[in-house]
């Protein structure tokens, strides 16, 4: 059943449901109907008695004859009724003309409430009362014959047993057509769905302006599309990008080794090649393993070691590298961090690699005689890092670009020092994957100043 289309298990649900409906109505109906009839035919039963009751108190005091006399013009003036009257003795008293033809015994036991009962195989319903009178007792019985009854109630269920499949098979039909309708769009968003692949990642559904579910569907799985479309492009970007990257150092190192090999070269000459095709081999191992980075991070691969660790120490020991970085530079480094600790959640290798992109950063961008300052705190329940230079700033429409992959504000100066772009976007990603932030204040030509926001280990402050 589940293997079924929807379409028709709805309408196989609908068919049972109204069967069952149609069914129980038709039973109820008909013996509603037949309550009807038998309630209707007992009023009557019960109304004559009532009436020869009277008549034979009135008249048994007569004499025989007169009570029979009484009884058969009473019994005219109701035409074909079935009535007779036996005295104690079993004799009887008074039989209408018809009532002959039914046989019905003396015998039948008395009670106030009619039954049925079959006499010449025709349904009759009798009432057989006990009536005393002038010291007699009489057996008064009134009867009816149901068959017309009967006959109309069974052209009543035939009529019920043939309507109501044929109901059900139109409204079934009716169902069925009406489901195919309604999921009709479901079909068309299934067909251009199923022609999308990544070639045509742009095209989109069309919605149906009905206001409903369907609408509801195709629109949500055209903003899905959307973000699919955008992470696709990402990506495409950023394969592009690198093999942009990767091209100029390979090139580079290509040419070195084309033009030392053109002809014998003293061991000086060749010392000199291999140290600069290995310089160019330590910034492009240096990009792959930022690619690697960027890479796991995206597919998730990339996860953190959490441990309780002390931020003061992580910055402290990148400081370590830094100060040397500044030092070659004639750059002042300076670093405020406290003796005491501050407890965070973080993984101490990754940390530690944010502080040093930053510090590098700070180093590389500010010119000799500049002054770059490194500062951590424990403040309102976050820990705060600080870099601060009074390099050359970043321009405000460089800002909200800086974290973006490959993004460099002044790209001829960056590549000369070695710098690709990808620093901060790997920065970024490890300051949000503790749950932190990273945020960037700069002015052109004065400094810059980034701050890193983590929370602090439970109950830490
Ligand atoms: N401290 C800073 N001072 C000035 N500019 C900066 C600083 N830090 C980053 N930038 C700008 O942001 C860009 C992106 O930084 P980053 O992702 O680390 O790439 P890069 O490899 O160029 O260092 C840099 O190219 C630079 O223009
Ligand atoms: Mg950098």
Redesign the pocket.
Same mark, same amino acid.
């Given at each position: 059943m589940n293997s079924l289309p929807i379409g028709v298990r709805l309408t196989a649900w609908y068919f049972v449901v109204l069967g069952v409906t149609l069914s129980l109505f038709g039973l109820i109906a008909y013996f509603a109907m037949r309550t009807s009839i038998h309630e209707t035919v007992d009023e009557e039963l019960r109304a004559r008695t009532e009436g020869v009751r009277r008549l034979i108190q009135r008249t048994a005091k007569y004499g025989t004859e007169d009570l029979q006399r009484e009884l058969r013009q009473h019994s005219e003036l109701a035409e074909g009724a079935l009535l007779q009257v036996s005295n104690e003795k079993g004799n009887w008293v008074y039989r209408s003309p018809t009532i002959g033809s039914y046989d019905i015994s003396r015998s039948q036991e008395t009670s106030n409430t009619p039954s049925t009962f079959e006499f010449n195989e025709v349904p009759v319903r009798l009432l057989s009362t006990k009536i005393q009178a002038e010291g007699q007792s009489y057996l008064v019985q009134v009867a009816a014959p149901l068959d017309d009854f009967y006959s109309a109630l069974r052209h009543f269920g035939t009529l019920l047993l043939v309507s109501i499949p044929i109901l059900l098979l139109c409204a079934t039909a009716g169902g069925y057509w009406m489901s195919r309708r309604a999921l009709a769009p479901v079909d068309q968003i299934t067909q251009t769905a199923r022609n999308i692949s990544v070639q045509n990642l742009s095209s989109r559904l069309v919605v149906p302006k009905t206001r409903d579910e369907l609408q509801r569907l195709s629109e949500t799985l055209n903003s899905m599309l959307e973000r699919l479309e955008a992470a696709f492009k990402k990506i495409t970007q950023f394969t592009a990008d690198a093999s942009h990257e990767l091209r100029t150092p390979v090139a580079l190192m290509r040419t070195r080794a084309e033009l030392s090999l053109r002809k014998p070269r003293s061991a000086e000459e060749y010392r000199d090649a291999l140290a600069e095709v290995h310089s160019e081999l330590e910034k492009t191992s240096s990009l792959v393993e930022k690619l690697m980075v960027l890479a796991r991070a995206d597919y998730g691969a990339e996860t953190l070691q959490l441990a309780t660790t002390d931020l003061a120490e992580v910055v402290r020991e990148a400081c370590g590298q830094g100060a040397a970085l500044a030092e070659s530079k004639q750059i002042e480094f300076h670093n405020q961090i406290p003796q005491q600790s501050v407890w965070i959640e973080a993984d101490p290798h990754a940390l530690g690699r944010l502080f040093l992109? +930053?510090i =590098?950063?700070?180093v590389? $961008?500010?010119p000799p005689g500049g002054r770059v300052e490194v500062a951590v705190a424990g403040e309102n329940g976050c820990a705060l890092g600080v %870099?601060r =230079?009074t #390099? @050359? *700033? @970043?321009a405000e429409e =460089?800002l909200p670009h @800086? !974290?973006e992959r490959f $993004? /460099?504000? =002044?790209k001829a /100066?960056?590549r000369e020092? #070695? #710098? %690709? *772009? +990808? #620093?901060?976007? @790997? *920065?970024r990603w490890i300051a949000e994957a503790h749950a932190g932030t990273i945020e %960037?204040q700069?002015s052109l030509g004065h *400094?810059?100043v !980034?701050q890193v926001r983590l929370p602090l280990a439970n109950g830490d402050g």
């Open positions: 992109i +930053l =590098d950063n700070a590389k $961008y500010t %870099v =230079d #390099g @050359i *700033g @970043i =460089d @800086i !974290f $993004y /460099r504000a =002044d /100066r960056s020092s #070695g #710098g %690709v *772009g +990808l #620093g901060l976007s @790997i *920065g %960037v700069s *400094g810059s !980034f």
